[in-house]
């Protein structure tokens, strides 16, 4: 398996991205994946560039890869079992063949599903559940009674379950912490990037809903609910208390600000700030986020706005003239 | 306790945002915490949303529900004690009920105070000085020689010390490392959130002072100061050499370039990009960053360009025409 | 060693930055390393500026301060060895005089070079491969198989090789998951600052190349080409398969969408967000990034855009007063 770019004798490759079309007719792979009926490139594209070597057509091209990868992939998981360097509490509870790597500490009373691999030097707080068939990298920390559902990926370094951001300015300017012990739930399917971080609130509950896949340094304030099958972009950031929907996608470096909801399917642009609730099937972008047609406008337009200040100048200038002009007529008029 | 949404009978809950008191009428709360005098609600409105439980008042229902969830909140501290299976340094120092988890390497010559708790896996490195109180979360790397001040939390996977990014670039291109040695003090009730990190400097010193709050995922570059009960929200950014003053708050998200100052009280918008010095008592918004007020208003009008733009093209063709038609009349007039 | 602002006597310090002429007077430095020709300050300004103690004279005196900091800094390296408390893979090759520290893990087949330093708590995967004379931190993680080359240093909390964000939708709406198994390549020099993330990719690899230092918080996803000697400031984020040349650099909080070439040399503002292929040697800034120099006349005049519209609403006024003037003198002309 390799990248249109590496590809050499013997490898399969693909090309979901019609951008890399071109590369097709040059490549050196024994094998390519293409969309059936043009799914990845127009019929006559793919005439032009057909590629040097044998062609498998699939209806979707990215699956297809996807699934191919999973075949040949040669990841080797972890030995079952409890390593001995691991602090593993009495009362804790762990399912068949998990796996527990050294130095991982699971608190008291804190369950671990079948199947679940815990890597080296992760912490498992007490109380914590952690479902069936999860994987929990090293360097990650789940705080006390946090809940994770099946099949869950956790990368490296995240963190699950650390306090709100929540403090109440005293008369004397100084902040007092306002404890945060509630809830944070993590459901089925999730997948979380490196060193994102998830806290929990005061009251209520941190939620993110099954099926959401988060990418790295990502920020979750307290309170905060995905919906399912949500993508976070890396190092997007959410406020407190706001909604994410359902199949909703927001690209990399975005943000939404507290106590507001973004609807299900909406798209945030690269870079945005929501600071506004933001409707269903919504496509925006910018600082603040508005219509990302809008956005795109007036994006083209902003390079231009030195020369409109010098057409509005010289605007100002021949207007000035021409009242000028009309002035002095109309006194001569008078004047006659 | 719970809020205002999830309250269910038996739950006492709050409002102290005015957002929320239409849910007022609704709650199934045993109690709810208000405003006294209308603080959290105008009069009318609180009369309006009267809600079917107990009241009670308070001056400041967010402080007060800040004490109630202290009351109820059922955190269970770790044990005291230092866990056989950790690593203290022999000429270590700790102080009386200190709790050191499974895991904990704590170097040569540091120091813990009294009743500081040490989550696993967290590593404290040789010299390092850590006053009375803390909490210091798992994950948490504090380099050689930082010191950390009384009732300091440490959240998971912050650092504290790493090197600053000081680089000399030479004759040949490449980038000569100056040596990041000198002091990082992080002062007491300070609280930084999960995976910010603290760079240290060359010279000179980075500090955090008394009573600030930073959010998770925060930069804090070399030989910065951050001054007295400020607060960063998530994701804040700031370089090298810069000094944010005392009662500071930067939204999520925003950032300040290097050598700058940032005046006491100054408020910053999220997402901003402070390029230049922030007076004290301020509000800048934007990137860069300028008057909030006036951002607001350019923001507005932003999307309205490519509209400005066709605007201007008419007034040109407009004042065309008129331009022509006078030179015609007066073509006409000295043809007479 | 101190910072200009923070030297007693006794103390070495240094001025590269224009900015800090004026307290040269003021110094209680013993010595100032100050640029030779005027190369920190101007020949009148460096007269003016004459300090109160020793001048040492540098051509580049941010490099003669480097190295007089690199004599001076009193960093203890942890004691060689490895350490009991360790997890070392009985079939990992150890090179001559490697340090080890507790808590760290070392899987199976993995290579640690020569002279490299491993501090406590890091993870080292099965079959990674680290070369000579590094520094990999606490709480580091290195995925599987990862290739780490020469005297690379990893601050704490660094990532190399969790899954890049690949999933291909299923027209159910669910994402499945793509294996994220290729390689992930750290070439010599190269420094990564705490906490920052470095995903592999499912096919091809992600590479660092020699040279290039990142700072604290950064983003590389999979599949990503980072030059040599380039310079990514802190919470910088590079989306999938994007190419960044040789030295470039890009300033804090700055981002590049996916796909997308940056040239060789090119420079990146603050908190841009580089949407389409940058050439080499240019200079872009703004979201989305356009010419420094364009974005630079049109944020100074975005603060202005309320003002436009008023002049441009006056305009149309006056035009349309000027309009009916001569619309009724052609009428009463034509009357005549």
Not at 186 to 208: K, L, Q, Y
Request: hydrophobic share 45%; proline share 5%.
């Amino acid at each position: 398996m390799s990248g249109i770019a590496h590809a050499r004798p013997g490898d399969l490759t693909f090309v979901a991205n019609a951008k890399y079309l071109p590369q097709l007719t040059r490549t050196r792979a024994s094998a390519v994946i293409l969309g059936a009926n043009g799914a990845a490139a127009p019929r006559a594209a793919s005439k032009a560039a057909r590629p040097p070597c044998a062609i498998l057509r699939a209806d979707d091209p990215y699956s297809a890869f996807a699934r191919a990868v999973a075949l040949f992939a040669h990841a080797r998981p972890p030995d079952k079992g409890v390593d001995p360097l691991s602090a593993v509490a009495a009362d804790a509870s762990l399912g068949v063949d998990v796996s527990i790597g050294p130095f991982v500490t699971v608190g008291a009373g804190a369950t671990v599903g079948a199947r679940t691999v815990v890597y080296p030097n992760a912490v498992i707080g007490p109380g914590v559940k952690i479902g069936e068939d999860c994987v929990i990298h090293s360097q990650v920390a789940i705080r006390d009674r946090a809940l994770v559902g099946n099949r869950v990926i956790l990368h490296d370094g995240v963190v699950v379950g650390s306090d709100g951001f929540g403090f109440a300015r005293q008369k004397d300017g100084t902040h007092l912490k306002i404890p945060q012990h509630a809830d944070v739930v993590i459901e089925d399917d999730v997948e979380i990037g490196a060193n994102s971080t998830i806290d929990r609130p005061a009251v209520g509950e941190t939620r993110i809903r099954a099926g959401t896949k988060i990418d790295n340094l990502v920020h979750i304030a307290h309170g905060v609910t995905i919906g399912c099958r949500t993508l976070l972009a890396a190092q997007v950031g959410i406020a407190g208390s706001t909604i994410i929907g359902d199949d909703v996608t927001m690209a990399g470096q975005s943000g939404v600000t507290g106590h507001v909801t973004v609807g299900d399917r909406a798209l945030v642009g690269a870079k945005s700030a929501v600071l506004q609730p933001v409707g269903a099937d919504t496509f925006v972008t910018g600082i603040p986020a508005i219509d990302h047609a809008d956005w795109r406008r007036a994006s083209v337009t902003f390079a231009r706005l030195p020369l409109f200040r010098k057409r509005i100048a010289q605007l100002e200038r021949r207007i000035a003239t021409l009242e000028e002009k009309l002035a002095r007529w109309q006194k001569r008029k008078k004047g006659r």
